[in-house]
């Protein structure tokens, strides 16, 4: 069974820093391109940093460039997404998702699994 579970959100003040934490099970970690998304109250959800399977390749929303920092330890099965200088803007519930193959994309509908969410709040 597929599993990712997230970790490591909650409230922080403007500036502040968090770390998610994405904790993948039931597949070959190194086979699947994983990616963090992102969803506000009205928007639609939005990519946010996206690792390719070679964790080789990155993408960062524009918005988040220079900021937040995905990585991966492949042998705890695990990506990160270290997010620094928090914005209100960064407020959503913060999902992890995961691909296979080498290919990559932003859509959220090129992911066939995904995580409960952690809700990520920063307050001005």
């Known amino acids: 069974e597929v599993q990712l579970v997230e970790s490591g959100g909650g409230l922080v003040q403007v500036g502040g820093s968090l770390r998610l934490s994405c904790a993948a099970s039931?597949?070959?970690?190194?086979?699947?391109?994983m990616g963090w998304f992102r969803q506000a109250p009205g928007k639609r959800r939005e990519a946010v940093s996206i690792l390719s399977n070679r964790r080789d390749d990155i993408y960062y929303e524009p918005s988040v460039k220079g900021r937040f920092t995905i990585s991966s330890d492949s042998a705890k099965h695990t990506v990160y997404l270290q997010m620094n200088s928090l914005k209100p803007a960064d407020t959503a519930v913060y999902y992890c998702?995961?691909?296979?193959?080498?290919?990559?994309?932003?859509?959220?509908?090129?992911?066939?699994?995904w995580g409960q969410g952690t809700v990520v709040t920063v307050s001005s």
């Open positions: 039931g597949f070959v970690f190194d086979d699947y391109s």
């Open positions: 998702a995961a691909r296979r193959g080498i290919d990559w994309f932003t859509e959220s509908n090129k992911y066939a699994y």
